[in-house]
């Protein structure tokens, strides 16, 4: 065993065993790669990735590879899930270098952590175009020992790039609303309007992106984007929750992994189009989704792990897919390979009740138990939106659940930790762990009227102003001031596959700032929106929910303060229409400058509309609000 036999991600422990003499992140590599003179070769994946898988079997466990890389390298092996700075740093270098990323991604540095040369998947001998692994090694190692000065130039040079790429220079204002018709209408024009979506294969699922069209009332992409996610492949027609992505264009085929951070993004984009569309289908889908994430994602502590794997046994896909005379109808049957098949179409519940049945008595893929913070959030806000929304309390309890597992075991004085798992908590939170978990805990106070959820979701928000924030470029870094530093620190701003820290977190900051009157978390937002001027242009379907944050901003402020429950009459009234540019407060209390004063009205729980402050009457009597429908 190496020395990741004492980590805690499964994906470093899935290679404990391998006879490469790996090193986790951290000093002790660094000082051997400095004292012995050799460059580092620096791995990067995750336990759900199938080609991570493919990798390992063929290099990683191969002893004449791992001979090649103990001799000539010293090789640490990371997360990056765990730690999404060093993926996010090393993955810009090989897009610069090759022109595409992707994991696994292996990059080469010199002992000061500094890259020059760098890929994604390597096959062990020379193939499609693909320069063999071993070759690699041999190429590298003779030219660190021949050719320093080309490594020292290349590498450099890199750095410089890399260092000028986390240097972003702002707008002169915040963009206006000529922005957002801008983006739609280029969201149009690059739309597959056969299948639904963008772009052609692989097709990922555009949660952000739907979420931003959805505010728009954009019907016709949103229809077919979600009927074609949905139609099965990518989606689980048996199971719930959706993989994650499709190697095709038609949603068939997919990456067999499923994430938490889809399925709780995905959950959430169909019950927004639930309540626009009116389709029936989408609530069904909401409710498999989230059963899903219950049943195979839900940890004992509240919280939720990582993924499911791709692989069963070694095999891609092998519990997902279905072979003949397995049960599955044959009408229904895809093919996929190795003779076995998906399926897609409409099953009826009780058919869908037998396939499912006859597919637990199959070995399922291993589970990644890690715990991550802002995939954490994210489960969070669609639990407590959905349970809502569809009168799920059960969902709403689960919520608080995780929550409480978000601000417990996985906060260290007060604090958010990155990763949990086997009662460790690891690695200081990033922004976008702070910004995820400040929204899931916005949303639960609007689903339970609880207090202490939104006065937690303010004290994240202030604590990450002070850890993340650039008092003079504006935005806010990915990692905290104290934290490590890489050889680049860095602001993010595209979505990829989660919502942009910075573009979630100018979220959060409009909606605390009009609940709490906070014009310097609405100037903050703002300093985001300034830095994410050009991306919203020139890329939306990268900038989703900086769309979602523009969209947002530039409504008329609108404010919702009610006093008592949640489950009275007047409150499920006013809430009974999908009002996203909307904020909302629960009271009584004066903590809150959105409810200070506000009172029952002779007993009775009120609502007052506000907008920035200024309150109509209170409504106590549902009926005002009987033009809501959900």
Known sequence: MNRLGIETSPYLLQHAENPVDWYPWGSEAFARATAEDKPILLSIGYMACHWCHVMERESFEDQA????????????????????????????????????????????????ARPFYGGTYFPPESRHGLPGFKRVLESLADTWRTKRGDVEEAASGLTEYLQAAASVAGAPGVPERQVLDTAASALREGFDYVWGGWGRSPKFPPACTLEFLLRRDERELTRLTLDGMAAGGMYDVVGGGFHRYSVDERWLVPHFEKMLYDNAQLAL???HGWRVHKAERYREIVEETIAYMLRELRLPTGGFASAQDADTDGVEGLTFTWAPGEGAPDKLLEPFEHGRSIIRGQIDPDERAQLFALRELRPKPALDDKAVASWNGLALAALAECGRVLERPEWIDAARSAASFLLGPMSSNGRLRRTWRDGIGKGDGYLEDYADVANGLIELHVATGEIRWLNEAHRLASLAIELFGDDEGGGFFHTAADAEKLVARKKTFDDHPTPSGNAMFAYVLIRLGRIYGNTDFEERAEGVLRLLAKGLETAPTAYGFGLVALDLYLASPREIAIVGSPLSDVARAAMATWDPHAVVAYGPTDEIPLLEGKTFVDGQPAVYVCERFACQAPITDAAAFSGNVS
């Open 269 to 271: 984009a169909y019950l």
């Open 65 to 112: 590879t791992a001979d090649l890389m103990n001799e000539h390298f010293v090789c640490i092996k990371v997360d990056r899930e765990e730690r999404p700075d060093v993926d996010s740093v090393y993955m810009d270098a090989v897009v610069s270098l090759s022109g595409h990323g992707g994991w696994p991604m292996t990059v080469f540095l010199t002992p000061d």
